[in-house]
Every structure is written in C-alpha cells, then in structure tokens.
C-alpha cells in the first residue's frame, strides 16, 4: 500500500456519461498530480494541484475538470465521454511543489468507456 | 519542450543475469532530475531510482544503478542479479528544476525475466 488511495479501481460508462474519478493523497503530502496512461499515448500529465490551487496543467482535454478539497483529497471530473478516453487514471502525491520529490503513486483506476 | 526517448519496447533477461535499459531524453535545462520507475503487472508505479542532474556520482539502490551521461543526455538503468520480481515495465521519467513541474514519461519498456 503506497499510502495514496484511488476509488473506484474499475469503472465501466458509456458513450457521453459523467464520472468522477476520487484520489486521497499520502498523508502530509501536498501535492496531487493527475496522469492518464494509454496504450498509444504512454503516461500523460493532465493537472496538478498544490494545497488546494491549480498549479499546472498538462494535456487534459476541456471536458476534463479537476479540483483540490480543503481536506487534500482530489476529484478527476470527466465528462461526454468517449471510447478514446478509455485508459488507466492515476493519481500522485508529493510532499513539496518542487523539483526532486519523488512521487508516490496510487493504483490506478482503470476506465472503460463502451 | 522535454523529450524522452526509450529505444527498446522490449527486453528479456534470465535470472542471476545483468540487463541495462536505455533512455536519453532532450532538455535545454541545467538543473533537472531524473527518475527510473517500475510497473508491475499489478500496475502500480513504484520509484526505482533518482538521480539529481548537478551531481556527478551515479546513483544506487541495491541491485539497481544508473549511468548517467550529462553531455550525452543519457540515463540507462542496471539491474544486476535479475530476479523474476523484477519483470515489469520500467519508464524513464525527466523533470525540471523549476517548481510546479511535472514528471515527463518515456513511453517504456517491457522486461521479462526469466528462470
């Protein structure tokens, strides 16, 4: 157990549904980045959040939203979705915003949509 | 914008054997680090290795060590005394030293070993 909690595991939509993808980070960490992990597209960086406030965003699409509670849990909206958004969503943590910390990954949900 | 390159999709190993992953990647920086890290089949990512681009000396954990290539922009891993546990796919990752950054993947490579 990394420490970093990812809920639900799997999820299976259709076409054009809303889902919301739910991180918890490692406890003290900060920092929550958010990935998307393809076949054709390797791990890509959608967004990242830093106590709370957007810090940087990566290739996440405009149907895709993200934000960061006051508790430090993360919340992956993604909405009109399509067979192409099917891919493992990960979630990372870390204690700082800069450069060298490692990060810590959660497990992954893996998102089907039929 | 950062690059990172992993020229071999694929590569196998016997046990008690040495195997050596490539990687370079393409930066305009001077401070940046860079990191190995491990997929098992149970897909979790777990961090092998780091290395900070301003220190010479090559880093090691255990069985794992990198060489690292400043002037050539490589960072290989080598993981000596192959084990079964350590087949996974293993991806090469660059960041930059300014905060706010994110980590940028390789797109990895796959690596079986067998007994």
């Known amino acids: 157990d990394s420490g970093v909690t990812q809920t639900p595991k799997h999820l299976i939509t259709a076409t054009g549904q809303r889902v919301t993808l739910r991180c918890s980070p490692r406890?003290?960490?900060?920092?929550v980045y958010w990935y998307q992990q393809s076949l054709d597209q390797g791990l890509q960086f959608l967004i990242q959040?830093?106590?709370?406030?957007?810090?940087a965003k990566g290739n996440i699409l405009e149907r895709f939203s993200a934000q960061q509670f006051p508790d430090l849990h993360s919340e992956l909206n993604l909405s009109s979705l399509e067979l192409g958004d099917s891919a493992l969503y990960f979630c990372?943590?870390?204690?700082?915003?800069?450069?060298?910390?490692?990060?810590?990954f959660g497990s992954g949900t893996r998102l089907t949509v039929v | 914008a950062q690059t990172v390159t992993q020229s071999q999709p694929e590569m196998s190993v016997q046990e008690a054997e040495t195997v050596t992953l490539s990687c370079t990647y393409d930066?305009?920086?001077?401070?940046?680090?860079l990191f190995w890290y491990k997929q098992p089949p149970s897909r979790q990512m777990i961090l092998v290795i780091r290395?900070?681009?301003?220190?010479?000396q090559n880093a090691t954990e255990n069985r794992f060590s990198v060489n690292f290539q400043k002037a050539a922009k490589s960072f290989s891993l080598k993981i000596s005394d192959s084990q079964l546990g350590d087949t996974a796919m293993y991806f090469c990752?660059?960041?930059?030293?300014?905060?706010?950054?994110?980590?940028?993947f390789g797109k990895g490579t796959t690596l079986s070993v067998s007994s």
């Open positions: 990372a943590s870390s204690v700082e915003i800069g450069p060298g910390y490692g990060y810590t």
């Open positions: 990752a660059f960041m930059n030293s300014q905060a706010g950054t994110a980590l940028i």
């Open positions: 290395q900070e681009a301003y220190k010479q």
């Open positions: 406890s003290g960490d900060l920092s």
């Open positions: 930066t305009s920086e001077n401070n940046y680090y």
């Open positions: 959040y830093y106590n709370g406030e957007e810090r």
